[in-house]
């Protein structure tokens, strides 16, 4: 009970320094900044009918980094000033129960193997990725971020810095990830004949996450939602299971 009472009270003094930071002049200046982007980005997303390559995240990063350099703004003092969209990762992370919730009867029905499945995709592919920029002699907190480019963004900010990694870096990592994955998923399929609907949706959300699952949902209701159980499972294994073993 104590260490309950202890753990609100922490809450609650980080969301109060975060409330403080936002709520000056450069706080909520940023804040809009970010938020008019992130809107003009989703209506461009829409009006592509949701092309990877101008993914919401990707425009919206670019945009804010284009404002940061010409108001001659440091990634720490964004930060700072944005800080309650960084505290919002905490319940966006949450949140994944939702669709993980949703589509429980989904994994029900698909047991072990989906799970196997997952963990597989989970596992070989940022592997992969890590052992050729291991190969490169790339700095370790680098090597420590690339193990979570195949989940999402929340997940992956929160896990890289609970290894050792750079949660801004993992976020590029992310977004990159799922472009790609997007891009080059349909051809995939084709050349290794992979044609059934659940397997083509797990394959996009376990590796390619948020963007993946975008473009599950236009291949199909299936794809779509068994890229969700991907998306969710995989970013859940990956949060729980990398800080135990690095």
Request: include cysteine; proline fraction near 5%.
């Amino acid at each position: 009970m104590l260490r309950a009472e202890l753990a609100i009270k922490q809450i609650i003094s980080r969301f109060s320094e975060v409330v403080n930071s936002t709520a000056s002049v450069n706080g909520v200046l940023w804040l809009a900044v970010t938020l008019v982007f992130y809107g003009v980005a989703l209506r461009i997303f829409r009006a592509s009918k949701g092309h990877p390559l101008v993914h919401p995240l990707s425009i919206t990063t670019l945009a804010v980094a284009a404002a940061m350099w010409l108001a001659d703004i440091s990634a720490a003092q964004y930060r700072e000033f944005a800080s309650l969209l960084h505290w919002l990762l905490g319940p966006a992370t949450v949140a994944l129960a939702v669709p993980m919730y949703n589509q429980w009867q989904n994994i029900r029905q698909l047991g072990m193997p989906l799970i196997i499945s997952v963990m597989v995709g989970g596992i070989v592919a940022p592997l992969l990725a890590w052992g050729v920029i291991y190969l490169t002699n790339a700095p370790l907190a680098i090597q420590m971020t690339m193990l979570v480019k195949s989940i999402t963004s929340p997940l992956a900010m929160e896990t890289g810095a609970a290894i050792g990694g750079i949660p801004a870096l993992a976020a590029v990592f992310v977004i990159l990830t799922g472009i790609v994955g997007a891009l080059a998923a349909p051809l995939t399929y084709r050349l290794l004949g992979v044609t059934m609907p659940d397997a083509q949706g797990v394959a996009l959300g376990a590796v390619c996450h948020a963007v993946g699952t975008s473009k599950a949902l236009q291949m199909g209701e299936v794809q779509g939602a068994l890229a969700t159980v991907g998306l969710g499972l995989n970013g859940i294994l990956t949060a729980v299971i990398l800080p135990v073993f690095l």
